[in-house]
Every structure is written in structure tokens, then in C-alpha cells.
């Protein structure tokens, strides 16, 4: 399995960016669909944003469509989500999530990933 690190969590104010970092170990990154996960308080795990293995498709919540964008850089073992127009609704922990695969997408479920970093806190004030 692959081992993820987030970083570039903060807190912001409504309107404001963030970019959020996950790292990831080993030499087979490329092989991995990666995905963006986020949970808020008393709330499920929902997905935000998705990138297949080579960076060409990717996939978006309807609720961030637009503003957040999510790419990766195989070279760097790295993938990024960059969050414009923040909402404090956008509030929760950050995962990344990541699931070896053959295929384009693996699905959007957090069922669908096996691997999982330790999450990082956004903080979206209004």
C-alpha cells in the first residue's frame, strides 16, 4: 500500500484560497487513482475531487465544481487540490484517498479506496 501525507490545511476567510498537498510514498504512484475526500462534524465522509492515473480525467463534486481543482505530478509521487472562492460549508478534515488501478476510475465511494492519509483541517470563516 501506498503511505499519504496532506499538508496545506489552514484557516481562511469566505472568498479565500487554500492548496492542499498529498505526498505519497513508493515507486508506483502512477499506478494509483487519486482522489480528495472531506468530513465534516457529525457529517459522512463525501467525496470533493478526483484525478486518474495520469492526470487526464478527473472528477468533481457538484458542490465544488468550478472552484476547487484537483491535478497530480507523477514525477513528484504528489497530487493537489487548489480551492478557490472558499465557503464556509467547504469547512471539514481533508483526506486523500488512493486505489491502485488497471482502469481509468475506480468510483467515488470511500469504499472504492484502500489507502488513506491522516487528514488535514480547513477552516472556512464567513
Not at 2 to 24: D, F, N, P, Y
Not at 79 to 92: C, F, G, H, I, R
Amino acid at each position: 500500500q501506498v503511505q499519504l501525507v496532506e499538508s496545506g490545511g489552514g484557516s481562511v476567510q469566505a472568498g479565500g484560497s487554500l492548496r492542499l498537498s498529498c505526498a505519497a510514498s513508493g515507486r508506483t504512484f502512477s499506478s494509483y487513482a487519486m482522489a480528495w475526500f472531506r468530513q465534516a462534524p457529525g457529517k459522512e465522509r463525501e467525496f470533493v475531487a478526483g484525478v486518474s492515473r495520469n492526470g487526464v480525467r478527473t472528477y468533481y463534486a457538484d458542490s465544488v465544481e468550478g472552484r476547487f481543482t484537483i491535478s497530480r505530478d507523477n514525477a513528484k509521487n504528489t497530487v493537489y487540490l487548489q480551492m478557490n472562492s472558499l465557503k464556509p460549508e467547504d469547512t471539514a478534515v481533508y483526506y486523500c484517498a488512493a486505489q491502485p488501478t488497471l482502469g481509468v476510475w475506480v468510483g467515488s465511494r470511500p469504499t472504492d479506496f484502500g489507502s488513506w492519509g491522516q487528514g488535514t483541517q480547513v477552516t472556512v470563516s464567513s
